[in-house]
């Protein structure tokens, strides 16, 4: 149980496109989803706070409008890069707090998006 | 400012060794505790949670909670070279609170 999927695993766009990231709860529905971002040899930094039916909570520093989060379901959040530029490549990593019954605080990861922005 | 801190490594121990990984919070209220294993290029795999003063043993791993030095460790028994990983210690002040995470310790483990 607690399997969180994204997709795509990995992708490489033209500066100045937009790019849609997909994370999925498979088994569990996830009313509380969290986007962080890694860069080599660097440790997680959260992005942003995601709940369902509601506008995510973005971390100081994260520009909510450069990162659009949404949350339209119970088991799926997305988060789009827009006009993504070369500095924006990184380790993109999605978890959700874990099914109902398990402690709240626990967070379940999604295999992460590699973005590569040329 | 919460700070999760941790030896950044590389930590080396010979295969069958016992691999003793820590971790320092600085924030008193901080109730949950959570060890996530992260492989190279990969996303981080949880390993471990305590939440209560003491030992908390799950296979080969065993983790340690000592909220008065606001220390937590992560001790791995018969270390294997598929334990090589970055270990990130993470941290959370209620149930319903964001998780702050070290930098992580680099093990590895040696044939």
């Known amino acids: 149980g607690a399997v969180v999927s994204q997709h795509p695993s990995r992708v490489i766009c033209k500066s100045g496109t937009s790019v849609k990231i997909e994370c999925r709860s498979l088994d569990f529905q996830a009313t509380t989803m969290f986007w962080y971002r890694q860069f080599p040899k660097q440790s997680l930094m959260l992005m942003a706070t995601s709940n369902e039916g509601s506008k995510a909570t973005y971390e100081q520093g994260v520009e909510k409008d450069k990162f659009l989060i949404n949350h339209a379901s119970l088991t799926l959040s997305t988060l789009t890069v827009t006009s993504a530029h070369p500095e924006d490549s990184s380790f993109y990593i999605c978890?959700?707090?874990?099914?109902?019954?398990?402690?709240?605080?626990?967070?379940?990861f999604g295999p992460g998006t590699r973005l590569t922005v040329l | 400012q919460k700070e999760v801190e941790q030896n950044s490594g590389p930590l080396s121990v010979p295969e069958g060794a016992i691999a003793s990984l820590n971790c320092t919070y600085s924030d008193r209220g901080s109730q949950s505790f959570f060890w996530y294993r992260q492989y190279s290029g990969k996303s981080p795999e949880l390993i471990m949670s305590i939440y209560s003063n003491g030992d908390k043993e799950d296979g080969r791993f065993t983790a340690q909670l000592n909220k008065a030095s606001q220390y937590v460790s992560l001790l791995i028994r018969d270390s294997q070279p598929s334990d090589s990983a970055t270990y990130l210690c993470?941290?959370?002040?209620?149930?319903?609170?964001?998780?702050?995470f070290g930098k992580g310790t680099m093990l590895l483990v040696s044939p």
């Open positions: 993470a941290v959370s002040i209620s149930g319903y609170s964001t998780l702050t």
């Open positions: 978890s959700a707090r874990g099914p109902s019954g398990s402690p709240t605080d626990t967070q379940y």
